[in-house]
C-alpha cells in the first residue's frame, strides 16, 4: 500500500479488468514457482517500524507531511494518519549481525528525522499504541490527505455499508463507532520480512504462524486505548474491527475479514496469493501495462503489479510477499509484533521469532499434523489478550491429548532451542548471545511493554488523575526509550 495513486474512484468495468488481470498474475506465479531454482539465494531480513508523533505536551502532533517534507528521506513515508511516519529500513543479508546493523540505521534515523521535527514541537515516539491519545484527537480531520487512503477508506466503507464498529474488552471495556478508517491509524508496529526458500515456502510459513503468539506476547506493548486498560497487544483487536468492511447486516453468513489469522495451515505458496485473490473483492483497481505470461516466456521475472497490490490490500498478520526483484523471490512479512519500546527491542523480536521458527522447522509437518490450525489461531489471540500471561495449546511430538501450557513456560522450551537453530546459521554468535539475552530478560523478569506500562501508570493512579498518569508513564517510557536501553532493565518504580 506505499503506492502513489491520484484517483479515489473507480468505475465497475476498471474493478472487473483488474480482477481479471490478478488471474493472470496467479498463472504466471504458478510458472515462477515451478521454474527451476527460483526464488534460491541467501536469506535476507528488512523492516519497517511505524511511529507516533508527539508535541511537548506529549499528545499526537498531526505533522506528518511536514517532517517528511523537510527530511527529504525516499525511506521515510507518510502513515495513514498525520501524526504516525513509517521508516523503511534498509535489506539486510541473515549473516553477520544483521539485526545490529538494522538497529544503528534506524537509531541514526530517528535522530536524524527529530532533529527536523523539533523545530516543529514535534518528536518521534516507537509505542504500539500512544496511551496519551484521546477521542478528540481522532476523525476524518487526522487523516493524511493523499489519495491512496481516501481511496482505502471509500472502498472499505462503501462495502460495509455503515460505520466501523469497535468493541474491545479487556480490564476496562471500550465501545466506540467511526465513521472512517482513522482508528486504524491508532496502531502502529514494527513489521519484519524475512526471505526463505521459495521451494520450502509453506514450511516456513506454517513455522512462524505456530510461533507468533509466543514471540506477540512477549513483545507485547499496547495496553490501552483512550484511557481504558484493555489488552496486552490491544492493536490486534482494534486493526482488526477499525477496517472491519463486512456488512453485520449478512445474516446467513459472514465474509472472511481482510484482516486475519489465516486459513489453515499452508500447503504452498501459491495458495496464500490464490486465497487473496479468492476470497476477498478488490478496492483499489490500479492497471499496468505489464504481460506477465510474455515476461514468463521470454524467461525474465514480471513484477505481477496487480496481484502484489491486491494482496497489500488483505492484511494477514503473518503475509506472504512475492517480490521481482533480485531474479524473483519470496518473504514472509511478520505483521503482527508492535513498535517499541526500544530500537533493540524490536532486534530482539526479529532474532526471535526468526530462531523459534528455525528451531520447530524441521518438525513442521509433524506438529501441523497434530494441532489443528485454529488452536494456533486461538494461540494468537489468546497472546494478545493476556500477554505473557496466556496459556496456549502447544503440540508436542509424544503427546497424548492436547493441553493448556503457560506461554511463559513455552516461551522458555523454545529459547534455548532458538540459539541452537541460529548457531547453525551465518549470524554471528555476539549477535544470537545479545539479542536473545534481552528475550530470556523478559522471561525471567516476566515482563513485557505491556506490563511496564500498566505497572508504572497504576503507580501513578494513586496520586494523580488518569489523564496525568498515563502522561507520566508516557514521559518516563520516552525517558527510557531514548537511551535504547532493552525493557527488562527499566525500574518498576516511578
Not at 464498529?165 to 502502529?188: F, K, P, R
Request: aromatic share 8%.
Amino acid at each position: 500500500m506505499g503506492l502513489s495513486i491520484k484517483k479515489t474512484e473507480f468505475s465497475t468495468e476498471e474493478f472487473e479488468r483488474f480482477a481479471v488481470k490478478v488471474r493472470t498474475d496467479l498463472t504466471a506465479l504458478t510458472h515462477l514457482l515451478n521454474r527451476p531454482g527460483f526464488g534460491e539465494g541467501e536469506s535476507s531480513i528488512g523492516a519497517e517500524v511505524e511511529f507516533y508523533i508527539v508535541n511537548s505536551d506529549l499528545r499526537a502532533q498531526p505533522i506528518n507531511t511536514e517532517i517528511a517534507a523537510r527530511v527529504q528521506d525516499p525511506q521515510l513515508t507518510v502513515e495513514l494518519n498525520r501524526f504516525n511516519l513509517e521508516y523503511n529500513l534498509s535489506p539486510q543479508a541473515f549473516r553477520g549481525e544483521p539485526f545490529a546493523r538494522t538497529e544503528r540505521e534506524l537509531l541514526a534515523a530517528i535522530q536524524r528525522i527529530n532533529r527536523h521535527a523539533a523545530s516543529l514541537d514535534g518528536e518521534l515516539v516507537p509505542i504500539g499504541i500512544l496511551p496519551t491519545l484521546r477521542q478528540s484527537d481522532m476523525g476524518a480531520k487526522v487523516m493524511t490527505d493523499e489519495p491512496r487512503y481516501h481511496a482505502l477508506s471509500s472502498a472499505l466503507l462503501k462495502q460495509r455499508g455503515e460505520p466501523f464498529s469497535i468493541h474491545i474488552g479487556g480490564n476496562d471495556v471500550i465501545d466506540l463507532e467511526a465513521d472512517d478508517v482513522y482508528m486504524e491509524g491508532a496502531n502502529t508496529s514494527f513489521q519484519l520480512h524475512w526471505r526463505v526458500p521459495a521451494h520450502r515456502f509453506a514450511d516456513y510459513f506454517n513455522a512462524v504462524q505456530l510461533v507468533t503468539p509466543v514471540v506477540l506476547a512477549l513483545a507485547s506493548n499496547s495496553p490501552s486505548l483512550f484511557g481504558h486498560h484493555l489488552w496486552d497487544e490491544t492493536r490486534i483487536a482494534l486493526f482488526k474491527q477499525s477496517i472491519d468492511s463486512r456488512s453485520p447486516n449478512h445474516k446467513t453468513w459472514r465474509h472472511p475479514s481482510r484482516v486475519y489469522y489465516g486459513n489453515g495451515w499452508a500447503r504452498s505458496a501459491w495458495e496464500l496469493f490464490a486465497a487473496s485473490a479468492s476470497l476477498y473483492p478488490p478496492i483499489i483497481p490500479l492497471m499496468s501495462e505489464e504481460d506477465p505470461m510474455a515476461i514468463i516466456d521470454r524467461g525474465e521475472v514480471p513484477e505481477l503489479t496487480e496481484l502484489r497490490l491486491h494482496h497489500g490490500t488483505t492484511w494477514p498478520w503473518n503475509r506472504a510477499i512475492f517480490d521481482h526483484a533480485d531474479g524473483g523471490h519470496l518473504r514472509i512479512e511478520i505483521r503482527s509484533l508492535p513498535a517499541g519500546p526500544t530500537a533493540v527491542d524490536m532486534c530482539a523480536n526479529g532474532l526471535f521469532v526468526i530462531g523459534a521458527a528455525l528451531a520447530v522447522l524441521d518438525d513442521i509437518r509433524h506438529l501441523t499434523s497434530i494441532l489443528p490450525f485454529h488452536y494456533t489461531e486461538h494461540n494468537f489471540y489468546r497472546a494478545a489478550k493476556y500477554g505473557i500471561g496466556a496459556e496456549i495449546i502447544w503440540p508436542h511430538k509424544d503427546q497424548v491429548q492436547l493441553q493448556d501450557t503457560p506461554l511463559l513456560a513455552v516461551a522458555r522450551e523454545l529459547l534455548p532451542r532458538a540459539r541452537e537453530a541460529l548457531k547453525r546459521t551465518a549470524v554471528d554468535e555476539t549477535e544470537i548471545h545479545r539479542l536473545l539475552g534481552i528475550i530470556e530478560g523478559r522471561i525471567e523478569a516476566n515482563l513485557s511493554g505491556a506490563r511496564w506500562q500498566r505497572h508504572i501508570t497504576e503507580s501513578f493512579l494513586r496520586s494523580l488523575s488518569p489523564d496525568e498518569a498515563f502522561r507520566s508513564m508516557l514521559s518516563l517510557y520516552m525517558t527510557n526509550q531514548k537511551k535504547n536501553m532493552p525493557l527488562h532493565e527499566w525500574a518498576l518504580s516511578p
